[in-house]
């Protein structure tokens, strides 16, 4: 009798279904548990820190997303403020939240703050975050992004520049800093406030404490444009929202969204006393940029 248990075990494994027809997700992994939780590494001899939201079904080849937080954040503030846990519900796929030291990120240029005076290889840490999640969870590598509002948006064209780790990325209130020579062929969509001063839609020097001196945003699609070979841009206006559409080689797309009179925000967010404080305006109601930035990754994976 004890002999037929295991096969017992399998015919029973065999025939769950979940609602709909569909296999039984599979349980989670030890070490990252269903929820939110919290992991260090250690990266060029430093401790780092991130933070993760696993739904409670994830399909066989899972999405991540990298969630950068801006300057004088974290990845907690990030978390609560965009609403990337509950798409992630909606969606299947992982969140990361990753913690910049001393609440910044070095995106090229001596920017920004600490990390950016003193080389701090933020590459490398993200690296190691994607790495070490991928050997946790059913990470499809092909389906792995960044996106980031301000100085995480900056380290989201640094990740485009640097590696050829993400299929896509999604920069908010962002632009390009330091050099460039030789950038991934990634599918990107920005999407940027005209009236912001933090980090002026036609370039310049910014107000706030980093200064940001960066080329016109325009000007920064426009060369991943030239990156991934695409054909010349579709536009389409709705309300104060514009949005230009690049279709390029292997499926990739290049995409500029505009919300004519916005600031330094994430459309749709919830604004918080560190953002205040870090000089955000108030969020856009124009669009979700969360829900919008999700639709265009689910339809980018890596050509």
Not at 186 to 206: E, F, K, L, Q
Request: hydrophobic share 40%; with cysteine.
């Amino acid at each position: 009798m004890r002999s037929l248990l295991p096969l017992l075990a399998v015919v029973l494994l065999a025939g769950c279904r979940a609602p709909g027809g569909g296999p039984v997700p599979a349980p989670a992994p030890s070490g990252v548990a269903v929820g939110a939780s919290t992991q260090s590494i250690t990266v060029d001899g430093r401790v780092r820190t991130f933070h993760v939201y696993r739904p409670a079904a994830l399909p066989a080849r899972t999405p991540l997303v990298l969630m950068l937080h801006g300057g004088f954040g974290s990845g907690t503030q990030a978390e609560r403020s965009y609403g990337w846990d509950a798409r992630a519900d909606t969606g299947q796929f992982v969140v990361a939240y990753p913690d910049g030291l001393n609440h910044a990120w070095a995106v090229g240029g001596g920017c920004c703050g600490d990390p950016g005076r003193t080389g701090v290889d933020d590459v490398a840490f993200i690296r190691a975050v994607v790495s070490t999640l991928s050997g946790q969870l059913p990470v499809d590598p092909a389906r792995v992004y960044a996106t980031g509002i301000s100085n995480g948006g900056l380290l989201a064209y640094r990740l485009a520049c640097d590696t050829d780790v993400f299929a896509a990325i999604g920069p908010d209130s962002a632009t390009l800093l330091g050099t460039c020579p030789s950038p991934a062929p990634v599918s990107m969509i920005h999407i940027h406030g005209t009236a912001d001063h933090n980090i002026p839609y036609d370039g310049g020097p910014g107000d706030g404490v980093a200064k940001i001196d960066g080329p016109p945003v325009p000007d920064v699609v426009a060369q991943w444009r030239s990156v991934d070979q695409c054909a010349a841009p579709v536009v389409t206006i709705t309300g104060p929202v514009t949005t230009s559409v690049a279709a390029c080689p292997g499926g990739r797309s290049v995409e500029l969204v505009t919300v004519d009179g916005a600031g330094h925000q994430w459309p749709g967010s919830t604004r918080t006393l560190v953002q205040r404080l870090a000089g955000t305006d108030p969020p856009s109601t124009a669009l979700d940029a969360t829900d919008t930035i999700w639709r265009f990754f689910a339809a980018h994976p890596r050509a």
